[in-house]
């Protein structure tokens, strides 16, 4: 091989080497694009657990009956606290635990990924309504957040004998039965909203669910994330090893 050659072949290695660190450098920038876009890759089993993970939803429901309240912490992060009004507690701690056990039937990812036609939907929403509503009603006297007489008794009996007031025992305590009404009374007035409230939280799931669009639209997600990862595993692996770099094939330098 004389020197001509020698440099021919030397200069051809060097455009083979730049050629490939071209290659990586593109690789790497299309990667970093990726991570930084708006809608970053994420991994198929995350993004489906996210969409089916309803947690969370029923853990807003259940704060929202229990009357809690949005604040902040000392570190800016949101928390639920008691309210410091019992005015704001509609519900009693039962009320609120059998009601969260009625919807956890419903608001679930079984009935996510069902496949319902719009008059099935009705039907279970209709029976739903009529028969969360007659529960509620019928046993309001446990759901409801109110004070009983007693505790009305026992809260106001030292400040009336501390204060001298001439008010028997029988007559307090008649006091505190009207007070008591007077309090479920006010709660009362919240039944027909908050049965409304909790029927379109179960109405929403069952749209949902509406001619298995949500198992549909999981395919869809599916599909996408698996013709992601197959262009990846395509660049990252055999991708590039079927078009490896050849200085004797043109095609093959870009």
């Known amino acids: 091989m004389n ?5 021919m072949m030397s200069y051809m290695n060097l455009m083979e080497k730049e050629l490939e660190g071209e290659k990586l450098r593109r690789l790497t920038a299309e990667n970093h694009n990726a991570q ?18 309803l947690k969370e ?10 009357g809690h309240i949005l604040s902040r912490d000392e570190d800016g992060n949101e928390v639920w606290i008691e ?7 509609i519900f ?17 990812r079984n009935t996510l990924l069902s496949n319902y036609d719009i008059e099935t939907v009705i039907w279970k929403m209709r029976d739903f309504g009529i028969e969360l509503a007659d529960l509620i009603f019928n046993r309001y006297e446990v759901f409801f957040y109110y004070p009983s007489p007693e505790d009305l008794y026992e809260l106001y009996l030292p400040i009336i004998q ?35 409230s909790l029927i379109d939280a179960v109405h929403s799931t069952y749209l ?29 692996g055999q ?12 095609g093959s330098w870009t």
């Open 208 to 236: 949902r669910a509406l001619r298995g669009q949500e198992r549909e639209s999981l395919r869809k997600i599916l599909h996408v994330s698996q013709n992601t990862g197959g262009i990846g595993g395509d660049m990252g």
């Open 83 to 89: 309210p410091d009004d019992d005015r704001l507690k």
């Open 239 to 250: 991708g590039l090893d079927k078009r490896r770099f050849n200085v004797f094939k043109p």
């Open 162 to 196: 501390k204060r001298g007031l001439r008010i028997s025992d029988e007559e307090l305590y008649w006091k505190c039965e009207q007070w008591s009404k007077e309090e479920l009374q006010s709660k009362l007035r919240h039944y027909p909203m908050m049965v409304q």
């Open 36 to 53: 930084n876009s708006a809608f970053p890759p994420l991994k198929e089993q995350n993004l489906v657990e996210y969409q089916l993970d």
């Open 92 to 108: 009693s701690d039962y009320g609120v635990k059998q009601i969260m056990n009625i919807i956890s039937f419903y608001i679930n």
């Open 3 to 7: 020197e001509q050659d020698e440099k």
């Open 57 to 66: 939803e029923l853990d807003r429901i259940y704060h929202l009956l229990s």
